[in-house]
């Protein structure tokens, strides 16, 4: 700075480190899903120090591994294999994140459980086949149709639309979003 004298400075707050590793000593495996907050734990070596495995999904799109040669993309990961092999899941967010967080980690994890079928990867075009498929049941199905031209009118939406609504949410029920 443009300074008219020097400032005087104490001593700053930096901390200092220690590493008491004891042989045969067993690390926990964790698995952190975050936001840019834990580059500087997982960069300064900290985490790779007190974990046997440290993966980190950043913002739960992007996964890292120091042991992996590259990033891999959360999506063609298996989220339950991966998640019961941790001793730890942590959820990391700073507060300008907040609104974001814990970036739709949970809500696929709940799905992953409740639904074990999401397991199944599917590409968009094999969803669009599926729910045309139900819509095709569901058109077939004189029951679902008094039932479906209910709704349709209770939502003011035509029935065309309630159909989709409706094979939309079987689709998710039965195989989930993930």
């Given at each position: 700075m443009n300074l ?77 294999e991966s998640v ?95």
């Amino acid at each position: 700075m443009n300074l008219l004298f020097p400032i005087s400075s104490g001593e700053l707050a930096y901390p200092r480190i220690r590493y008491n590793e004891v042989p045969g000593q067993v690390k926990p495996s964790v698995l952190v899903v975050g936001d840019s907050y834990y580059w500087n734990i997982m960069g300064s070596g900290i985490s790779e120090r007190l974990f046997s495995n440290n993966e980190f999904w950043f913002y739960n799109q992007e996964a890292h591994n120091p042991k992996w040669p590259v990033p891999k993309n959360v999506k063609d990961i298996d989220l339950l294999e991966s998640v019961n092999k941790q001793d730890f899941i942590i959820l990391i967010s700073t507060e300008a994140n907040l609104n974001r967080f814990p970036y739709g980690f949970l809500d696929e994890l709940e799905k992953a459980y409740t639904h074990p079928n999401n397991a199944v990867k599917m590409t968009p075009e094999e969803k669009e086949k599926l729910i045309r498929e139900i819509m095709t049941q569901i058109r077939n199905s004189p029951e679902s149709m008094v039932q479906i031209k209910k709704k349709a009118i209770d939502k003011n939406v035509t029935v065309e639309e309630m159909i989709r609504l409706d094979a939309g949410w079987i689709y998710d029920n039965k195989y989930g979003t993930r």
